[in-house]
């Protein structure tokens, strides 16, 4: 079963300071990908990154990396030199790559805030 | 970016009656998805759609909830009849499936349902 968690309810940070955010995940399957979304306060849904499972290397898109640990279900999102725009919620999801459903999980979120 | 019109974007009814959610997925995906999402907090799976089929559904999708893609048009979520716990935002996702460049969920903005 597929199933995505994240502890961190909440979390802030200062105007420039690097933020990581914490996921886990279970999964029984080998092929998988991870997903990072932010939701502005407008409800909107903004796609960051994403990681398969079968790359061994870090992804990095702009500022924001992961930091992927597979043999712990662990992967977290670092942004760089984080800004007041960056508060929002920040959602990790899950999807099986050979799924006959195609289903995609989310955890439950982490509400950051950067200050200015 | 590709974009997911959700219509309407604000729907308040008396429970018992029916709701009909709107979603215009981005063209040529394949695949499409209804989560529910109450005061900003977890979003969750409702069901996905393929080919016409309901691949898969969540126990959030209640015997009173249908979706459906007449002839490629909108992919609706019905409710019917509602209920005062049916209060929530409502988000449709599509995506092109695991073949995609990414796989990743392409959001609306939400439909926020409000049952009296």
């Known amino acids: 079963a597929q199933r995505v968690t994240q502890v961190q309810p909440t979390g802030s940070s200062q105007w420039g300071e690097e933020v990581t955010l914490d996921c886990s995940y279970e999964t029984s399957e080998y092929f998988y990908r991870i997903f990072w979304y932010r939701q502005l306060f407008s409800g909107e849904m903004v796609f960051l990154i994403y990681q398969p499972s079968f790359d061994t290397q870090n992804q990095r898109s702009g500022r924001y990396s992961v930091v992927f640990q597979k043999s712990f279900k662990s992967i977290s999102l670092v942004i760089s030199a984080s800004q007041p725009e960056d508060s929002g919620t920040y959602f990790c999801a899950l999807s099986e790559l050979y799924s006959n459903t195609n289903k995609v999980v989310f955890g439950t979120g982490t509400r950051l805030q950067v200050l200015p | 970016g590709p974009k997911v019109l959700q219509i309407p974007s604000h729907q308040i009814i008396d429970m018992g009656q029916m709701v009909t959610l709107n979603c215009d997925p981005v063209?040529?995906?394949?695949?499409f998805y209804w989560y529910k999402q109450i005061l900003g907090q977890q979003m969750e799976f409702l069901v996905n759609?393929?080919?016409?089929?309901?691949?898969?559904k969540s126990k959030l999708f209640k015997d009173q909830f249908s979706v459906e893609r007449p002839d490629g048009s909108y992919f609706t979520l019905k409710i019917q009849p509602t209920a005062l716990e049916d209060s929530a935002v409502y988000f449709c996702a599509s995506s092109s499936g695991q073949g995609g460049a990414t796989g990743q969920l392409y959001f609306g903005e939400g439909s926020k349902l409000t049952v009296l």
């Open positions: 063209s040529n995906h394949l695949y």
């Open positions: 759609f393929y080919n016409g089929k309901v691949m898969e």
